[in-house]
Structure formats: C-alpha cells, structure tokens
C-alpha cells in the first residue's frame, strides 16, 4: 500500500514538473528532435537528414530543420529549466557535426537588441565546447568524453545565459541564407550559386 501511494505521488510530482517547465521542456524536445534526425554516415550526394519514405508528415522538412531558443518569452523557472538542458543539447549537436564533418549551421543570436551570426562547423566546434565548460554548462569529463579539441576562445561573443534568443539554421537545407533573411524571420530555401559562372559584377 505504501508503495502505491509513493508511486502515485511520485507521478503527481512528475505530472506537476512537467507542467511547471511545460515551455522550455517543448522548446528542448524540438531542438532535440532535430538534432535526433541527423544522418551519422553521411553520402556523397545525399541530403544530412533522414527523410521517412513511407510518412511524408513525419518527413523533417524545411521548418524543422531550425534550432529555435526563445529564452525571453520564457518566465524565469523555465529559463533555469532550460539553461540547465542547454549544455546537453549542443553536446549533441557538436557530436553530430564531428561525426559528419560536412554540416554547417548558422547560428543567429540577439545581443543587445541586434542580431549576430556565426557558422558552426568541424573547424570550430571547439570553440562553443570551451564556452560551455567554461560556463559550467557541462563537466570536465564530459568535454573529455566528447572527443573534440577544445579551442580557448568562445564561439559566442557574450555568455551564454546573457543571450535572449538563439537560432540555429542548418544550411544543408538553407544554403545561400543572409542576415537579411533572419531579420525578416522568413528564412527561404536558396539555390546554391556556382560562382564559376557568374560575372565580376554578379559576384560583387
């Protein structure tokens, strides 16, 4: 009987947390799932992200291939819920990318009211690992089990937690995106421009 009752009142907690953090937990499944749907082995010629075949809904599209932080929307417990799970997430994005060492991401983020932007890529993954030790988003031995050189200066140009927005855009998909673009919030899918072709006034 006892056992019962801690059971349910585990549940009842488990059921209280969830709606508590109900906003950042979304926003870390999402960025999750996105991460999830990363091809380990990628070919030549083949798109970095699994695509289902048979359910073209679950098909991880032009949308969700976003990485999207609203941290200013999110109320103060939920930011805390969401900085303790953030080292974990990009822990995972940056073995993605060691692994497949094609991928880019645009990474978008507000500082001061503006928006900046950076690549991250294989060459500079140690760069965001150094920032999240540093920042006590991850351990010691957790930068060591990642298996990726740690580069002594940040990827961001501010702390981590001092950042109100963060998005990531997988440029596989958006190849060709601008600054211009984030702005608008209207990302659009580019060809990619073979500049051999192009004029000097084209290129300019």
């Not at 801690?6 to 953090?21: A, C, G, P, S």
């Not at 048979?54 to 417990?77: H, M, Q, S, W, Y």
């Amino acid at each position: 009987m006892r056992t019962l009752v801690k059971h349910e009142r585990d549940d009842t907690l488990k059921q209280q947390r969830r709606e508590m953090f109900k906003s950042a937990i979304e926003q870390v499944r999402k960025a999750n799932d996105v991460i999830r749907s990363i091809d380990d082995k990628p070919k030549e010629g083949k798109r970095w992200l699994k695509k289902d075949e048979e359910n073209r809904k679950r098909n991880v599209k032009t949308g969700n291939r976003l990485i999207d932080f609203n941290i200013e929307a999110l109320d103060e417990p939920n930011r805390d819920y969401l900085h303790k799970h953030l080292g974990k997430v990009f822990m995972r994005l940056l073995e993605k990318i060691k692994i497949n060492s094609q991928q880019r991401w645009m990474v978008c983020y507000k500082l001061g009211g503006k928006y900046e932007c950076s690549t991250l890529n294989l060459n500079n993954i140690g760069t965001l690992l150094h920032q999240l030790l540093k920042e006590n988003f991850i351990t010691e031995i957790e930068a060591n089990a990642a298996g990726i050189v740690e580069m002594h200066y940040d990827f961001f140009l501010t702390n981590i937690k001092n950042l109100t927005e963060i998005k990531m855009y997988d440029l596989t998909e958006y190849e060709g995106l601008t600054m211009s673009d984030v702005k608008k919030g209207k990302p659009k899918k580019r060809p990619y421009r073979d500049e051999s072709t192009l004029t000097n006034d084209q290129k300019a």
